[in-house]
């Protein structure tokens, strides 16, 4: 069945409650989730009560936030404020989600009021915006120019006004399993896998040049370094 047949098969087997095809169906979306079908899968899977789909539609939207496109504009309030809120939240910057707000709000018929509009500017987490970014871009846009608006903002300030982050950062979704050891293998292991948080699924990365356990790492400037250990004679 084609991708673009499927949504409508959904939609078919519930009416009708043909089960086994509901299901079947189901996992055929499922398998072929991506950014850019997973809002659309969202909506009709919450249309047609369907839980664990919606749950994965989700954790699409989270891993693939900034790959949304167009379809970031086809997202409920609720939906958007909740994947703002979340910490796995896949962004590069929290300019990022800021920016993404500021799209879904212009494209809203007819736009949202500053009451509606708030709550989810509200969920960016200023305080780990770069500085300039905040000063130059976020106190002066637009739809934060009402007096709830300024006020928002000005709570916000704080983290900025003395260098310090006031929130949680976010997870930035991924977890690296990096060398160790297994039973047959003592001397250290060059594998490397990483876990993929908001999808839930782990996945081989390229591995290490040199097979080591015990050791220490660090990420600097995007890069993961692993520093010392041993390899089973050094």
């Not at 839930?200 to 692993?226: L, Q």
């Amino acid at each position: 069945c084609s991708d673009e047949a499927l949504p409508s098969l959904l939609q078919a087997a519930g009416r009708l409650q043909v089960v086994p095809l509901q299901r079947a169906a189901v996992a055929a979306l499922q398998a072929r989730l991506t950014p850019a079908n997973c809002v659309a899968v969202w909506r009709e899977a919450d249309q047609l009560t369907l839980p664990d789909l919606v749950a994965d539609a989700r954790k699409v939207a989270l891993a693939g936030f900034e790959e949304l496109g167009d379809t970031l504009a086809d997202l409920r309030l609720e939906w958007l404020r909740s994947l703002l809120e979340d910490d796995a939240l896949a962004v590069a910057s929290e300019e990022a989600a800021f920016e993404a707000v500021a799209r879904w709000v212009r494209a809203q018929r007819p736009p949202p009021d500053e009451a509606t509009a708030l709550p989810l500017f509200g969920a960016v987490r200023y305080p780990l915006m770069d500085g300039s970014f905040f000063n130059e871009r976020v106190l002066v846009e637009p739809l934060l120019r009402g007096a709830a608006g300024k006020d928002m903002v000005i709570k916000n300030c704080t983290g900025h006004m003395f260098g310090i982050a006031t929130v949680r950062p976010r997870s930035r979704g991924r977890i690296f399993v990096i060398g160790g050891y297994t039973s047959a293998i003592r001397n250290g292991i060059t594998q490397v896998d990483v876990f993929d948080v908001a999808r839930g699924v782990w996945a081989a990365a390229p591995p290490m040049a040199i097979g080591r356990k015990s050791a220490a790492a660090a990420v600097v400037g995007g890069t993961i370094y692993v520093i010392g250990g041993c390899d089973g004679s050094n």
